[in-house]
């Protein structure tokens, strides 16, 4: 079966419709791991958020442009804060579904943060339910994955304490000069990518460049017109 977890809105929770589990060999193992995805536009992060989602029956994507079709999702209503309060409608939202969803009841193991800079931004506090994710002190059995498109734009918590990098084409200079500083010559081995392919960066911060992510047609979803 290929549904979906989906927020009725006033009441949260994870709903266990399985959905088929495809390991995918080309991944490291990100089980209570942190990650950050990067890249510009179309440069292929969703594809590679589908991977990862897949690879583990208990994913829950935070799905800001409701384009995750068949995947375990909550499809986010309030889509741009407009400050870093708690009480702003978009942070609160956050707050609420993660606290709700993958925090309380225990059964998420992946959860995955589309547009995380709009939520994390760089030089703003971290949203507190993104801090208890971002912590292994604080919570357990619990991958965290967030997807930005420029490292310069996103907390830099969410990118030093990321045990894994996948960082796609990103041609800006002010990312080039970050990521080599991330890594020597990591900015040098992302401004050259051939499309779809990316650089995994290791928790020792050795990296490596990885071909397209493999994904069947069927898995390529297109955005859902009705949200
Ligand atoms: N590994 C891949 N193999 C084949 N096609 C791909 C691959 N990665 C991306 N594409 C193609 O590029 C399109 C855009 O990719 P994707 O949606 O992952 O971009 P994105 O980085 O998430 O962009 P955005 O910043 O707009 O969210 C996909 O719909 C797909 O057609
Ligand atoms: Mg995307």
């Not at 979906?4 to 991944?27: C, G, M, R, Y």
């Not at 041609?171 to 890594?183: F, Q, T």
């Not at 051939?194 to 995994?200: K, S, T």
Request: net charge neutral; charged share 25%.
């Amino acid at each position: 079966m290929n549904t979906q977890v989906i927020d009725a809105s006033n009441q949260l929770k994870f709903e266990d419709h399985p959905v088929q589990v495809e390991k995918n060999t080309q991944l490291p193992d990100l089980s209570n791991k942190r990650g950050v995805v990067l890249g510009i536009q179309g440069s292929g992060k969703s594809v590679i958020v589908k991977a990862i989602a897949r690879s583990e029956r208990y994913h829950f994507i935070y799905d800001v442009h409701h384009e995750h079709v068949g995947m375990n999702r909550y499809l986010v209503g309030n889509k741009r804060p407009e400050s870093y309060k708690p009480n702003d409608p978009a942070i609160a939202e956050l707050n609420r579904v993660v606290n709700q969803v993958v925090l309380d009841v225990g059964r998420v193991r992946m959860f995955i943060l589309e547009e995380a800079n709009r939520y994390c931004p760089s030089k703003r506090p971290l949203p507190s339910s993104i801090l208890v994710l971002n912590d292994d002190q604080r919570h357990e059995r619990v991958g965290f994955i967030s997807v930005a498109r420029r490292p310069t734009q996103l907390n830099s918590d969410l990118v030093e304490l990321a045990h894994f990098l996948f960082i796609f084409r990103l041609p800006g200079k002010n990312d080039y000069i970050y990521l080599n500083e991330v890594a020597e010559g990591l900015g040098d081995a992302v401004r050259s990518l051939e499309q779809y392919h990316y650089v995994q960066v290791e928790p020792d911060r050795t990296y490596k460049i990885k071909p397209p992510v493999k994904l069947s047609d069927h898995q390529v979803g297109k955005p859902e017109t009705m949200a």
